[in-house]
């Protein structure tokens, strides 16, 4: 029984019942005499459903929380709601708004990630939203994203430390985070927490008194706001150096063409680090590699490639032979081994004639003046091939104990000293028993794939240059 009513009564109100939900009734009479009540048999039983309730907004968030990181801000909030579709963040200049859509997150999200401008505030609130519409909005929370640390430089002071010097490109920030990588770990060491610049936009200058000798160490500075951080200073390394570095444990240089429409050619180069404690690593330039050296250009510290690029449209840059020396403030090493090369110079002319039943010529022109032989790379369409070694200036080889009827292909390159082959001549092929010269247009066949071997192939062969971009 939920209710009675009077005698007169023809309806009740059954209200407080749960949305979406189907309830049944009976109803019956009853009559009170004295101390008897006497009751009708029930009519009904009659049901229905309650309407759905109707949708409501989510509950807003709250606890927004802003924090500089990098190159934008992260926005942390307190999700309060279970029923949000997702949330909507807002960006004003000021905590009073206006407000502009700054990006949307997830349902059950609690941070985005943000872009935000250097050096001014940004504020931010944090709505949810669902098909009933958006709750309330958070909290506004504001932050100022710090300028980056430039010009960050390290140099040996003593036999105990390295001095960190920086220039300062924000007036809002915290503090600094100085931090630090020692030479053979890949683990970047927090070293310090340094309280703001005193003079807005100045230079900042560290000790780090914690360093051991002959061992490189690598630094970055990052400005601090509000528990957060700027993007990173460049990376600059010293060492504190008591002996001349090693000498590189090898080196190669190659030179790149384009092939994929860039428009830059390059000069590859990459040796072997064997020290701990150089300062910087010094390429240096010989035309033939026996003397008049000179330098060619710097790299930091713990660098083991470099390129040189050149555009298609220019000439490539001038043959000779290249070595690197590692120094500091003590001394430098000895140079390297010494590769050289000759960029766009290749054997010409290359021509094959067959002489007899089992023996082919071939003659080239010689365009090289800095190598020390050539090869010359024989195959046929079953993929073998055979390499010959020949002296300096050669011109000319004959292949021999060939099978008669049989076609041979063949290339020319030039060889320098530290191992690397120039490109390719032009490919000829020759059937011994037949003095005609064949080619692929007498054949009708394209030459088998030939192998470039011997190319020197840097460790790291480093990034082309992007389409319009000169380096």
Known sequence: MIATTVASARSYPNTGLTGSTQYCYEVRSFKVTGK??????????VCASTLAPPPVPPVAPSETDVVPEGVGVRVKWKDNSADENGFQIERSNAATGPWT????????????????????????RVIAFNTAGPSQPSTPDCTTLPAYPSGLSAKALDLQ??????????????????????????????????????VTYGTVTYRDASVRTDIAYTYRVLAMKDGGYSSSSNSATAVVSTTAPATP????????????????????????????????????????????????????ANVN?????????????????????????????????????????????LVATAVDQQSINLTWTDNATIEIGYVVVRTTFDGEYTVRELDKNATYFQDTNLTSGQEYWYYVAAVYQGGGWSDPSNYVSAIPGSAALRSPTVTGRAPPRLPVRGKPVPLHVPPRPSPGRKR
């Open 36 to 45: 008897n009540t006497n009751y009708s048999a029930p009519v009904g039983p």
């Open 101 to 124: 859509a700054a990006g949307t997150a997830a349902a059950n999200a609690t941070s985005l990630y943000l872009y935000a401008p250097t050096e001014q505030l940004s504020c931010f």
């Open 161 to 198: 430390s390295i001095t960190l010097t920086w220039t300062d490109n924000s007036a809002v920030e915290d503090g600094y985070k100085v931090l630090r990588v020692e030479e053979g770990s890949s683990v970047e060491s927090d070293i310090a927490t340094l309280p703001p610049n005193a």
């Open 249 to 300: 444990s090898w080196f190669q240089v190659a030179y790149y063409l384009d092939t994929e429409g860039y428009g830059w050619n390059y000069l590859a180069f990459s040796w072997g680090d064997a020290s701990l404690n150089e300062d910087g690593f010094r390429v240096e330039y010989s035309a033939d590699g026996s003397g008049g050296w000179s330098p060619y250009f710097p790299t930091d």
């Open 305 to 349: 490639y470099s390129y040189q690029p050149f555009s298609v449209f220019d000439p490539p840059p001038p043959g000779g032979c290249y070595h690197v020396i590692a120094f500091n403030t003590v001394g430098a090493s000895d140079p390297s081994s010494t590769a050289c090369i000759e960029p766009g110079v290749v054997p010409t002319d």
